[in-house]
């Protein structure tokens, strides 16, 4: 069993996305043995959070045992206040935060107070991406901010996503050194030897595996789990069960 906990859904503004669409999704999470995603909307990055998340929850309802909803809420967009009901019958889910692509500050929003707060009660995680996908053209959000909102809120448990080496890693690695209630996926993990690096360091509980499909090719994701210099066990942990330990699937 394969759960990728970061993954997109639909069309990308910037060039052709060939493999955005439920059949396409579908065939490559088949290929490459992924059993489930967690899956936002680009549409809600970009442009609609509120008829991206109508889309990602049609096709979760669609194929149930393939995809979870992945919902955005922007303090700017329509559909800002639907979270409660969005939530309310769905069997698992998380939230997706994009501060950076919505254009605000997280820490200065009582809006984004407001449904933290909310996931907090309903056990929801939270995922912030520090970039969109693995390319150094797309901006980033503050690490140290990142580190903030997770810090306020101890109760809530946050995945760092799309975090790639060097710096950037460390500061990663900080975090989840300092709050027991971070994770961090490996979608953007590109160095040699850099997953066996993170699990030296922070163990293999928090790490969960991620391939930002279509943006970027799923052969990747699960692979570089299994080339890994870890063991059976922890490549599980990373492979599926903390993801499902997360989002409490049976």
Same mark, same amino acid.
């Given at each position: 069993?394969?759960? +990728? ?34 899956? @936002? ?5 970009? $442009? ?25 809420? @922007? ?59 693995? $390319? ?5 959000? +503050? ?8 810090? $306020? ?33 490996? $979608? ?16 293999? +509980? ?29 490549? %599980?942990?990373?492979?599926?069960? %903390? ?8």
């Amino acid at each position: 069993m394969i759960i +990728d906990i970061n993954g997109y859904y639909g069309q990308w503004p910037y060039w052709p996305l060939r493999n955005g669409s439920e059949a396409a999704l579908l065939s490559q999470m088949d290929r490459y043995a992924i059993t489930c995603a967690v899956v @936002s909307s680009l549409k809600g990055v970009f $442009s609609d959070p509120d008829t991206g998340n109508r889309e990602v929850l049609q096709l979760a309802r669609a194929h149930p045992d393939r995809f979870l909803p992945a919902l955005t809420y @922007s303090p700017h967009a329509a559909g800002r206040d639907r979270y409660a009901e969005d939530f309310d019958g769905l069997p698992s889910g998380i939230v997706k935060l994009f501060p950076v692509q919505h254009t605000y500050d997280p820490l200065e929003e009582t809006y984004i107070h407001e449904l933290l707060t909310f996931c907090e009660i309903r056990h929801i995680p939270v995922m912030i991406p520090y970039r969109l996908m693995m $390319s150094w053209r797309f901006p980033v959000f +503050d690490l140290k901010k990142m580190a903030l909102v997770i810090a $306020s809120f101890p109760a809530v448990r946050f995945i760092i996503a799309s975090i790639n080496y060097l710096a950037e890693l460390q500061s990663a690695i900080h975090i989840l050194h300092k709050h027991p209630n971070a994770y961090i996926e490996t $979608s953007a993990m590109m160095a040699f030897g850099e997953i066996e690096s993170v699990v030296r360091q922070v163990g293999a +509980d928090r790490i969960l595996h991620g391939t930002c499909i279509p943006l970027q090719n799923p052969a990747i994701g699960p692979l570089k789990i299994h080339n890994a210099q870890i063991g059976k066990a922890e490549k %599980n942990k990373i492979l599926f069960e %903390n993801a499902a330990g997360l989002l409490k699937l049976k």
